[in-house]
């Protein structure tokens, strides 16, 4: 009874939008305070929750990719996504998607890559004569795939979670990003068709003018694959791949396009240490609800109580798909994982899924979630920047929410397209 009153609390407090930190508290502490259990022990499992050194590799990424952005990387990667796909129709919103693909590899936040395109792709779809609300729709929809992209946050925090292995999730990640990529740019070309969006250059762009901006774009396109093969090799533990990831964009940033100064790097440390401390008070908190809901053997209850009810592992994932796009209309992505991976887990491994099949489509599916009102996250930070009007945004993205749920119920019922490259490299 008194965890249930902790959870409804919780939920409470979250619609009410108080910041997820002071929910989770909130709740812990109503539940130790009606408890017989020592109020101390919220004190250790919050101290507990921060011990953990897959977490590091979180203010890694963060500050590896504010400064690739700083020094010009993004950029680059825009210009050369225009000249490869310059001669398509619908060129610039091809550029957007393709964009997000590349740059999954640097901000690892789907936030963070709708709030940068929305400044850098948006104003140039926009001058070149694209409808508002499509520039928005296509802005938002793609950064949708930067989450699964390897090094994308959503899989470490759920690796750390659910103790999973992080570099087998990086590795998942590959093949459903490139078919999320690929089945979204050829959903745009129709829709560019029907619209009458031209292209921006009217030929081809030949053998030296790609390899001019190879040039320029390569050291961003190399950063993703030398994380991977680091990992792959054992060279490298995902920690240790994000101070790699640092050091390389030193260099880049500072050797060879000489774009970053100490007054950046500054600037990079103060924007990592804001972002690394609002990740680190919500899985503090986070630990010691876990372990409120552990301690009271929710996550087995609610397996036992699937699998007696439940026999389809499909079945299961369907209702966990429902569940989280609504979900994900009103919560950020990163707070449902805190709630309801120790939840959703075990119950997933009772039934035979492979968590890191089952990791990959949790964190598809609640991102897509934020696409959507009431509270879709995504949705704000593009309407916000772009001044579209809510309204006009959700008509001009529903035919955008059809193709990702399809592609989603795809990964999500093919699992070989996630595991294929785990399998491959690491074994089955």
């Known amino acids: 009874m008194i965890v249930t009153i902790a959870a409804i609390l919780l939920i409470l407090l979250l619609f009410l939008n108080v910041p997820v930190y ?38 890694f990424f963060i500050c590896s990719g504010i400064l690739m952005n700083y020094g010009g990387i993004a950029d680059r990667l825009f210009e050369f996504c225009k000249l490869i ?19 999954g590899g640097m901000s690892g936040s789907n936030i963070a890559d709708a709030a940068m395109q929305s400044k850098m792709v948006y104003p140039a779809m926009v001058k070149d004569g694209y409808d508002p609300p ?44 490139v078919l999320l990529c690929i089945i979204m740019m050829i959903f745009v070309h129709f829709i560019s068709v029907k619209k009458g ?18 040039q320029s774009a390569i050291s961003a396109i190399l950063m993703p694959i030398i994380i991977i093969g680091g990992i792959r090799l054992g060279i490298l533990s995902p920690t240790e791949a994000g101070a790699a990831a640092i050091a390389y964009a030193l260099v880049i ?11 950046m790097i500054v600037r990079t440390l103060r924007e990592t240490v804001e972002a690394t401390a609002n990740v680190a008070i919500i899985f503090s908190a986070a630990t010691a609800f876990s372990w409120v809901i552990t301690n009271e053997r929710v996550p087995q209850v609610i397996s036992n109580w699937v699998t007696a009810n439940i026999s389809s592992p499909s079945l299961f994932m369907l209702a966990v798909i429902i569940m989280l796009l609504i979900a994900g209309c009103f919560m950020d992505g990163g707070a449902l994982q805190v709630i309801l991976v120790p939840l959703l887990l075990p119950t997933a491994r009772a039934l035979g899924i492979n968590e890191v099949h089952f990791g990959i489509v949790y964190i598809l599916t609640s991102s897509i979630g934020t696409l959507t009102p009431p ?18 945004f959700v008509k001009a993205e529903a035919p955008f929410y059809i193709c990702l749920v399809l592609c989603l119920l795809t990964i999500a019922f093919i699992p070989q397209i996630s595991l294929f490259i785990p399998n491959l490299v690491y074994g089955a």
Request: contains cysteine; charged residues 10%.
């Open 134 to 177: 499509f520039s928005a729709a296509v802005t938002a929809a793609s950064s949708l795939i930067t989450p699964i992209i390897p090094p994308g946050i959503g899989l470490i925090t759920f690796g750390f979670l659910g103790n999973v292995s992080v570099g087998r999730l990086f590795m998942a990640g590959i093949l459903p990003g």
């Open 375 to 392: 509270l879709g996250t995504v949705m704000f930070t593009v309407c916000n920047i772009t001044g579209v009007k809510t309204s006009e």
């Open 197 to 214: 969006y031209r292209p921006i250059r009217e030929k081809r762009a030949n053998i030296k003018e790609v390899g001019k901006a190879s």
């Open 253 to 263: 940033g500072i050797v060879f396009y000489r774009s970053i100064n100490m007054k």
């Open 85 to 103: 796909l310059g001669h398509w129709p619908g060129s610039l919103a091809q550029v957007n998607v393709l964009l997000s693909t590349l740059m």
């Open 22 to 59: 002071t929910s989770l508290v909130v709740a812990a502490l109503e539940y130790f305070a009606f408890s017989d259990v020592n109020i101390m022990i919220i004190a250790q499992k919050m101290a507990r929750g921060l011990e953990n050194t897959t977490l590091l590799a979180i203010p």
